[in-house]
């Protein structure tokens, strides 16, 4: 899935963070890059547990309020949802 990403619509910055506690999993760092991406990471390590191309429902849920979230993200993670890419990386997910 992160070659499916890095060549479709690239990485990016990271340009959001929100760290999150999990009974089961503990804390994760949930990240959101200017591509859409949406990247969980250990937050000890900086390790990436997870990368995926993120829905407009995906990211509203990563921001308290939906007016913080910046119209350009919006506007790329929308872009994304449109041409489907999200369902198209998941082919591509780990067994």
């Not at 619509?9 to 963070?17: A, S, Y």
């Not at 390790?47 to 995926?52: L, P, R, S």
């Not at 990211?59 to 449109?82: A, C, G, Q, Y």
Request: charged share 25%; net charge positive.
């Amino acid at each position: 899935r992160a070659v499916f990403i890095g060549t479709t619509i690239g990485i990016g910055d990271v340009v959001h963070e929100h760290l999150v506690f999990d009974k089961q999993r503990g804390y994760r760092l949930h990240c959101v890059t200017n591509t859409g991406v949406y990247i969980i990471k250990d937050p000890a390590s900086k390790a990436v547990i997870t990368a995926y191309i993120m829905t407009v429902s995906q990211l509203k849920k990563l921001f308290d309020n939906e007016r913080d979230i910046p119209l350009s993200l919006l506007s790329v993670v929308r872009r994304n949802e449109k041409q489907r890419l999200h369902e198209k990386s998941e082919q591509y997910r780990a067994e």
